[in-house]
């Protein structure tokens, strides 16, 4: 008799029916007031099924106390590159928490928005996908292209996105506090008698940089530092970025500069350079992200440390949870930054 129920779960995953009995599917249908075929489609994620019909459905699933088998087992997670190491780092560490819970990560690096992000997730899509990571890709993205999350939402996917959400798509988001983060430079800098402090800013409507630049302007303000938004130089996030935008805050006479990444920062090193000044002697400077290299660059870069490890903490349960069809919170979860103190930060020659 074991064998023979064995076989008979064999077959019925194979097939790619659902594991409910055909009683426990009439009594979901009649609790969510639709067919059984309806019922199958929502188990079964496929198209043709409207998001409100899918949330009863869903719901009616838990009032069973149905969880999803876990036959499904891949983790897509989308990121912009594997160049930057907090990137990799970030899709490391997501990974491990998902180990646990028996998924694997297919790590696949798009230009967010792009016509590749979209081609990864429908190739993927009926192979087993279980959950979507958006890790810092068109979920940042203001003007983006949202086809693909779009195309996940309707396919009643689980998805969970990093450091910033879709608006018409509630889920759950988990982020840094940029906020915070610029709180802490600008505090930093201040302390240590800056004032004429200039923050490097990623590209308008990403939002990262636009709530990087929010949190700029307010500890400003807080500080009583006049005319914060004439210091916010916007380039991109690289290091010929900082070395562009690092250029005109040192002609404004800037002695402290933020850069929105540990490589606009280290673009700002050049620019420092090629004005005959040095760093931290003229120039005192701060990163963003806590890139693994920083304690080897000359001279060791400080910066404000992105928690990588507690934002995958919180994704690995999120994921677990959302795949068991148990609810979780869409509030957006911020986690809080620290900084690290190195050696590219001094008192302002003219603190006195």
């Known amino acids: 008799m074991t064998s023979t129920a064995q076989d008979s779960s064999s077959s019925r995953k194979k097939s790619g029916r659902s594991p409910l009995g055909s009683t426990s599917l009439a009594v979901v249908a009649e609790l969510a007031g639709v067919s059984e075929a309806t019922v199958s489609r929502v188990l079964n994620r496929k198209y043709g099924v409207s998001a409100a019909t899918r949330a009863t459905v869903e719901d009616a699933l838990r009032q069973v106390g149905y969880e999803r088998p876990k036959n499904r087992e891949l983790v897509v997670l989308l990121t912009p590159n594997l160049r930057n190491p907090i990137f990799a780092h970030q899709a490391e560490r997501i990974e491990g928490e998902l180990t646990p819970h028996g998924l694997k990560a297919v790590i696949c690096p798009v230009y967010p928005g792009s016509v590749q992000e979209r081609e990864y997730v429908e190739s993927l899509i009926d192979s087993g996908v279980a959950a979507i990571v958006f890790l810092s890709s068109s979920n940042t993205m203001v003007h983006a292209d949202h086809r693909v999350v779009q195309l996940v939402a309707s396919r009643g996917l689980p998805f969970v996105s990093i450091n910033g959400g879709f ?8 982020s840094s506090d940029d906020w915070k983060a610029a709180d802490l430079a600008v505090g930093h800098l201040y302390d240590l008698g800056h004032r004429r402090i200039g923050l490097l800013a990623g590209p308008v409507g990403n939002i990262p940089a636009d709530r990087r630049v929010e949190g700029f302007v307010q500890a400003m303000e807080r500080r009583g530092l006049p005319a914060p938004e004439d210091y916010v130089v916007r380039q991109h996030f690289n290091f010929e970025g900082g070395n562009q935008a690092a250029s005109l805050l040192l002609r404004m006479g800037a002695t402290g500069i933020i850069g929105s990444s540990d490589e606009m920062a280290l673009g700002a090193y050049r620019a420092v350079e090629r004005a005959g000044l040095s760093v931290p002697g003229d120039v005192s400077v701060i990163g963003y992200d806590d890139s693994p290299f920083l304690d080897y660059t000359a001279p060791p870069l400080t910066t404000v440390r992105q928690p990588v490890e507690l934002i995958a903490e919180n994704v690995g349960w999120i994921i677990s949870s959302m795949i068991q069809n148990r609810p979780v919170d869409s ?21 006195g």
């Open 167 to 174: 608006d018409e798509h509630p889920a759950p988001v988990v």
């Open 331 to 351: 509030a957006e979860i911020l986690v809080a930054p620290e900084i690290r103190l190195r050696g590219s930060t001094a008192p302002a020659r003219d603190a």
